[in-house]
């Protein structure tokens, strides 16, 4: 485990396109699944990682806090299953089943949409506007696995809020932290 943080994508970048598989309904998830969202929060998820683990109860909230409203959301996870087969497809089911998502998981096989979105690490979070505009990449919240603050998702949850109000985010924004997205052989990309 290499501890990784975010990119942080330039703000105002449009939201990438993809085709993905939801592992729960097969169905394939796009950005037009969600063309009628103001809000659009996509998560770089795994399995594994105990950055996710720490925090998968309050991503679970997310989405059922948020099931109703104005905000789509769809988690994705990259990583290289042949190295680390606890993120595959039908294990990722079983974590998303277990914890009530109420928004599709996808499984990026290729790794393309985690390059275009230059995802680096689990968790990783990105919330775009009604015009697929690139508005917060950052942190959940500042609690860690190891420092014994709450998980409350703080950090996120006012971005999503904001957004949805057609308030300003301020644009210091806190990397997330967490494991490496553990890209396949020859496919690490050079995001500098």
Known sequence: MALTASTMLPLGTLAPDFQLPDVVSQQIISLASF???????VMFICRHCPFVKYVQEQLALIGKDYFESDLGIVA???????????????LLKTMATE?????????????ETAKAYTAACTP???????????????????????????????DLRAAIEA????????DEQKPSIGCNI?????NTPNYS
């Open 182 to 186: 553990k890209w396949k052989a020859g």
């Open 76 to 90: 994705i996870s990259a990583n290289d299953v042949e190295n680390y087969p606890d993120d595959a497809p039908d």
């Open 124 to 154: 990783d979070f990105f919330v775009f506007d009604s015009n697929r505009q690139l508005v917060y990449r950052g942190q959940l919240d500042d609690s860690r696995p190891s420092n014994g603050k709450p998980v409350t998702g703080a």
């Open 35 to 41: 063309a009628d969202k103001k809000t659009l929060l």
């Open 99 to 111: 914890l009530g998502f109420k928004f599709p998981l996808c499984y990026d096989e290729t790794q």
């Open 163 to 170: 957004v949805l109000a057609d308030k300003p985010i301020d």
